[in-house]
DNA sequence: TTGTGTTTTATTGCCTCC
DNA sequence: GGAGGCAATAAAACACAA
């Protein structure tokens, strides 16, 4: 029997499996298979479960090549006293379970890179948030200087000949309170 | 022993390629 | 149009705790 005959018995004894047909233009939804009465000695098939050498003999193949072309199933089928389709299943189905591992491998590589991504993001936030602290707090220190000169920063800062004010602010924030203590004795505030 | 979850084998329908 | 691939699914076979 070919393999088109084949398919086409199993297609006609099966086709009473199906309660319903899909509706008109959605060819595209599958349908549903109906479970096999119990009982139902004509259709029942017995698996074959295949020996650890069967077994191990198609893994070693399917290491060399995922695909199998037409003379290598039939090599292999007489090898291992199997029917060729059984072959062409055993690796459809091992490509399917190939496919899953490679899937749970690329997400588990996607969400440590991810999680390092966070963990960074963390970082520079803290950081963020420390160095706005320290901002403040020089922003803080020069309105008590100005207050107690009686006069606004940027006339004690050009009083004392210095330019660039945001220069100043920058490198204090950046020393913090002993850096802003050698700028005050720097020009002498 | 039995209920339940997992794995393996097999089937089906649809799609693509030649 | 046929062959072969894939996704989805069924169901047998197996593992294992209770």
């Given at each position: ?74 090599h ?12 062409s ?20 590589k ?18 963020v ?32 000949g ?28």
């Amino acid at each position: 029997m070919t393999h088109v005959e084949e398919k086409m018995l199993l297609s006609s004894l099966t086709s009473e499996f199906y309660s319903q047909t899909p509706p008109q233009g959605e060819a595209k939804v599958k349908r549903r298979r109906r479970k096999k009465a119990r009982g139902d000695v004509d259709m029942e098939v017995k698996k074959r479960r295949l020996t650890d050498e069967q077994v191990k003999f198609l893994e070693l193949n399917f290491g060399e090549e995922k695909k199998l072309e037409s003379g290598r199933k039939m090599h292999l089928a007489s090898e291992l006293g199997l029917d060729p389709k059984q072959v062409s299943v055993w690796f459809q189905n091992r490509r399917a379970r190939w496919k899953n591992k490679q899937m749970e491998e690329d997400y588990m590589k996607l969400k440590s890179m991810h999680d390092s991504v966070v963990v960074e993001k963390c970082h520079l936030e803290n950081e963020v948030l420390k160095l706005k602290k320290r901002l403040e707090e020089a922003e803080e220190l020069i309105k008590r200087i100005s207050g107690g000169m009686g006069s606004s920063p940027s006339s004690s800062f050009s009083n004392n000949g210095v330019e660039g004010e945001a220069d100043q602010l920058m490198y204090m924030s950046e020393y913090s309170y002993n850096g802003l203590m050698d700028w005050m004795c720097l020009y002498g505030v």
